[in-house]
């Protein structure tokens, strides 16, 4: 009987579909749990194609060249190395799975299913998979393990049948993206199991961003006892040695080890935000970002998340100023740029704006200005940018807000336009709040400045979009404290006019704010990516039909 068993948790950043090179950081990653005396390493879920790979495990030739990546892998555990666990879509006769694969002793030695399949928020694996069986443990190294895959752990069926029927040992393979407070409900979801089941538990998560999901790590180990034994540092790729040996009463228990405390509340959110931005365009082979710099919040922000992912060297800003736009804005976004050392230019629309108002003149005779020209400004923006997008290679990075995303205040061909949205998911009063954290603080990994980065002024003034003199946001819309309660009473919680109306808002302003959130729904559905951090991200979790005649809410 075997005492002792050190299991490494590989916390890795693959690729969607890049399978020869996610194979190759599982190769290295097993290198260096060899060499700290692991016997067994574990990645994340579906670590072998990174996850989620959506409609690419539709294709059988697909599936051809995971198994073949898999089969070559697994021969390489007959050098007497630790054993792995790891994730891969699997065929069985005619049917897909999400599967755990233990490669063992030059092998496919062990393999186990997903039970339950995940069909709510951003998942949709019933459409891509087939359940598997209730599974029972399997034997590496002569322990026990039960291996319940993510969701798995979220039921009591799977876990209760692995407890009946012998494992010793729990490992959860994991692809759980990230949003705010989602480390602690993990945790106390895995101590109710360890609760329920009196067995130990370890944890790996993915880490790394995929389109619209930003994946944290944050693996961790749970003794019999509950107690947190072993934490990875969050947004990073990690090796996470864990020891564990039997006890006289049969209970595995894990030496003392290392425990990182993840980041939380704002710090976890910016965290999240530029370690999607950066994966984004990396692994999308662009050389950089190119987005308007205006002298606002939202593009100061966006600049300093980008010039922290990046660095400043592959972050370039324009300021497009229209006869309206202020000296204060001018000299806000030189000082923005100045301040985070990435590069600005000046390309005034005038020019643009001008030759608009000269071609339309005939077919606008008699018609009087309205947002019309306005919104020609920003179109006018927004061609610029792509312009110098296409001719220099960098990708426009959007700096739209969800606040201003869900209400259509957003200008669809102006500060949505481009290839991703870094503030998709973040409400203007988190914008600020980022901001003024991200002026005293500064993330592990951070490629940008120390210090304050976003202007003082920024912070303090009036929010405008500077398409007409005097303009403010509040012409618009209500105050954005207000607004954001609302959004989120209504995007995020479903709330009907009477349980907002008794947070304080009065029924007009709730009428009129569900409104403009019914009426946007097309703008959003052609706006770029931005990565999740809130319980509901537009057109990946909430779907609403663009005609659709329930115009009001009870």
């Known amino acids: 009987m075997t005492d002792r068993l050190s299991i490494a948790l590989a916390q890795i950043n693959p690729t969607v579909g890049a399978i020869a090179a996610n194979i190759d950081r599982i190769r290295d990653a097993r290198a260096e749990a060899a060499a700290r005396g692991a016997d067994l390493m574990v990645c994340p879920e579906l670590s072998v194609t990174g996850y989620p790979p959506e409609d690419l495990v539709l294709k059988p030739f697909f599936l051809d060249?995971?198994?073949r990546a898999v089969r070559e892998l697994a021969a390489e555990t007959a050098d007497g190395g630790p054993a792995l666990l790891v994730g891969a879509?699997?065929?069985?006769?005619?049917?897909?799975?999400?599967?755990?694969?233990?490669?063992?002793?030059?092998?496919?030695?062990a393999i186990r299913f997903k039970v339950d399949l995940p069909n709510y928020?951003?998942?949709?694996?019933?459409?891509?998979?087939?359940?598997?069986?209730?599974?029972?443990?399997i034997n590496v190294r002569g322990v026990r393990l039960g291996v319940p895959i993510c969701e798995d752990m979220w039921s009591v069926d799977v876990i209760e049948t692995l407890a009946e029927s012998g494992a010793e040992i729990l490992v959860v393979p994991n692809g759980s993206p990230f949003e705010l407070g989602?480390?602690?409900?993990?945790?106390?979801?895995?101590?109710?199991?360890?609760?329920e089941s009196g067995l130990p538990l370890l944890y790996v998560n993915q880490v790394g961003g995929q389109d619209e999901l930003v994946f944290d790590g944050a693996s961790f180990a749970l003794g019999a006892d509950c107690r947190l034994v072993a934490q990875a540092p969050a947004f990073t790729e990690h090796l996470l040695i864990t020891r564990w040996e039997r006890g006289d009463d049969d209970v595995w228990s894990c030496a003392d080890t290392e425990c990182v405390a993840p980041p939380e509340g704002l710090e976890s959110i910016y965290a999240a935000l530029v370690l999607a931005l950066r994966d984004y365009v990396t692994k999308n082979g662009f050389p950089g970002v190119i987005l308007g710099l205006s002298g606002g919040i939202d593009s100061a922000l966006s600049a300093a998340i980008a010039v922290d992912a990046l660095g400043a060297d592959r972050v370039h800003g324009v300021m497009m100023p229209?006869?309206?736009?202020?000296?204060?804005?001018?000299?806000?976004?030189?000082?923005?740029a100045e301040l985070l050392g990435c590069k600005l230019d000046t390309v005034p629309i005038v020019p643009a704006m001008e030759a608009f108002e000269r071609m339309l003149l005939p077919a606008f005779a008699g018609r009087d200005p309205d947002a019309t020209e306005e919104n020609i400004q920003a179109r006018s923006r927004g061609v610029t940018l792509m312009a110098l997008s296409n001719k220099f290679g960098p990708m426009v990075l959007s700096t739209g807000n969800k606040s201003e995303m869900s209400v259509g205040y957003a200008t669809l061909y102006g500060d949505m336009c481009g290839g991703y949205a870094v503030l998709k998911d973040v409400y203007k009063t988190t914008v600020y709040a980022l901001a003024r954290w991200r002026n005293a603080h500064q993330t592990e990994g951070a490629l940008g400045p120390a210090g304050r980065v976003v202007p003082e002024r920024v912070l303090v003034k009036a929010p405008t979009a500077e398409l007409k003199p005097g303009q403010t946001d509040q012409d618009t819309l209500p105050p954005y404290d207000a607004l954001d309660d609302i959004l989120r009473c209504l995007v995020e919680k479903d709330l009907g006019v009477a349980e907002i109306v008794a947070r304080g808002h009065a029924p007009e302003v709730v009428d009129k704010v569900w409104r403009m959130l019914h009426l946007a729904e097309y703008k959003r559905r052609q706006a770029p990516p931005g990565p999740k951090i809130t319980p509901r991200l537009f057109n990946r979790e909430r779907r609403y039909p663009i005609t659709n005649g329930f115009g009001g809410i009870a």
């Open 322 to 336: 229209s006869p309206h736009t202020a000296q204060d804005s001018l000299d806000d976004a030189a000082e923005s």
């Open 65 to 67: 060249v995971v198994e």
């Open 182 to 195: 989602k480390h602690d409900q993990r945790v106390q979801l895995a101590v109710r199991r360890v609760t």
């Open 89 to 109: 879509p699997w065929r069985d006769g005619d049917k897909r799975h999400n599967a755990a694969l233990l490669l063992d002793g030059g092998a496919v030695a």
């Open 121 to 137: 928020g951003v998942f949709d694996e019933k459409r891509l998979f087939d359940p598997g069986p209730l599974p029972g443990p």
